[in-house]
Structure formats: C-alpha cells, structure tokens
C-alpha cells in the first residue's frame, strides 16, 4: 500500500486511489456532525456564489457556509461542529461551502474514492482502507484556505498514516503540539473555543463520510 500525504487544494488536484480529504478545523469535523445528526446528504460547493445559486434553486435545502472563519453571506449555519452536533438534521438536506475542506472534496479528480476524514472519525477511517486494502492512498491535509499549510491537517495526516502501517503513535503528544498551532490560535481569537475542543477529540463516530463523485454529494458508508 502507497501512502502519500498531500498538501492543499493542489494535492487534492494529484490525489490518486483512496483519498482522505482532511480539514481538521473545522469542515471535516462539520460534515461527520451533521450525517450523524441524520442529514440525509451534503453537497459541497467550492464558490459561495455558486452555493447560493443553488440555494436559490433548492430552497429546501439548509446552506452551511463560512469564510475567512465566520459564518458566510447568506448562510444559516456556519462551519462550527459543535453547534452543528447540537441541531436537528435527520432527513434533511445541506449544502456546505467553505475555504479549505469543501474546495479539496470538489477538486479531487484523479481520486479513485474520496472520504472524509478527521481525528473524531480516524479508526473508522483506517479500519476501512485497511480492509480494502488498495494499492494507493492519499491523505490531503487541506491547510488554511486551502492554499497554505496547517499544523493540525499535516499532523492528521501522519496519525492516520502511522495507522495504516501499524506504527505506534501518540495522539496526546500530536493534541499538545496542535493546541499551540496557528490553527488552534485563530480558533481562539474568532471565540470558537468550542470547536476547538470538538475538534481534538478522538475516534468520537463511527462514520465515514464519502463523496459520490457521480451523483456530486456526500453521503456516509
């Protein structure tokens, strides 16, 4: 099994095989809250524009979006995982915009299968691809913006990665490392304190998100 991890909006780009798109703080953790919550499915949209067009065109749907960390124009929700775990959403259906989780999951073109992964849903992660055993993964940290590297998306990454090939590694020392980060830092200043917290938990779902690449929506295994 080949296991690379990948940076950014351009790793997802050259993601082939099973790939993980990771966006710690906080899309990733957003998206395994609200099919837990019982969303039927999410679309993920790159452009807010285009995510409100779509709203617009499907009114029915909740538009969950956010830029610059702050909940985006025209959007009901944010991308906070904490409030998100906290709303009822069976059956409903979301559409989700945001900066850097959204962007990779819409970009990964070469991928064979594409999950969403984060430390809260980790083992889940890992038993799966371990069972499928492919020949290629790849594992994209999606960093701030989706342009620049985070500490939190590379170190996820590695937990992950070690997993798969049966390493020991400690996620206490990986969190004391992450709670110093930029990443961990702008979550502070912006009062999401919460997330924070929600965010450094460890194998809390069972569930795995994935993107049906033909149907262009995000259902969970």
């Known amino acids: 099994m080949q296991i690379?991890?990948?940076?950014?909006?351009?790793g997802a780009k050259e993601a082939e095989g099973i790939t993980v798109i990771m966006d710690v703080f906080r899309a990733s953790n957003t998206i395994i809250a609200c099919m837990a919550q019982g969303a039927e499915y999410i679309i993920p949209v790159g452009a807010l524009?285009?995510?409100?067009?779509?709203?617009?065109?499907f009114p029915d749907h909740l538009l969950f979006g956010e830029r610059k960390g702050l909940v985006a124009e025209w959007c009901t929700y944010g991308n906070s995982p904490s409030e998100t775990s906290q709303i009822p959403l069976k059956g409903?259906?979301?559409?989700?915009?945001?900066?850097?989780g959204s962007q990779g999951i819409v970009n990964a073109h070469k991928a064979e299968e594409i999950l969403i992964g984060s430390f809260a849903n980790a083992y889940a992660i890992v038993k799966y691809i371990k069972n499928k055993n492919p020949e290629k993964v790849s594992l994209v940290a999606?960093?701030?913006?989706?342009?620049a590297k985070a500490e939190e998306d590379e170190l996820c990454g590695q937990y992950i990665k070690a997993k798969l090939l049966g390493q020991d590694i400690d996620f206490e020392t990986l969190k004391i490392e992450i709670l110093k980060c930029d990443g961990a830092n702008r979550l502070r200043s912006l009062g999401q304190n919460?997330?924070?917290a929600f965010c450094l938990q460890?194998?809390?779902?069972?569930?795995?998100p994935f993107y049906e690449i033909q149907d262009k929506k995000i259902y969970t295994k």
């Open 92 to 100: 409903e259906k979301v559409i989700l915009t945001t900066s850097a």
């Open 142 to 147: 999606m960093g701030l913006e989706s342009t």
């Open 4 to 10: 690379d991890i990948k940076s950014c909006v351009q």
């Open 194 to 196: 919460d997330d924070l």
């Open 49 to 57: 524009e285009d995510a409100i067009s779509l709203k617009q065109q």
């Open 202 to 208: 460890l194998d809390t779902y069972d569930i795995i």
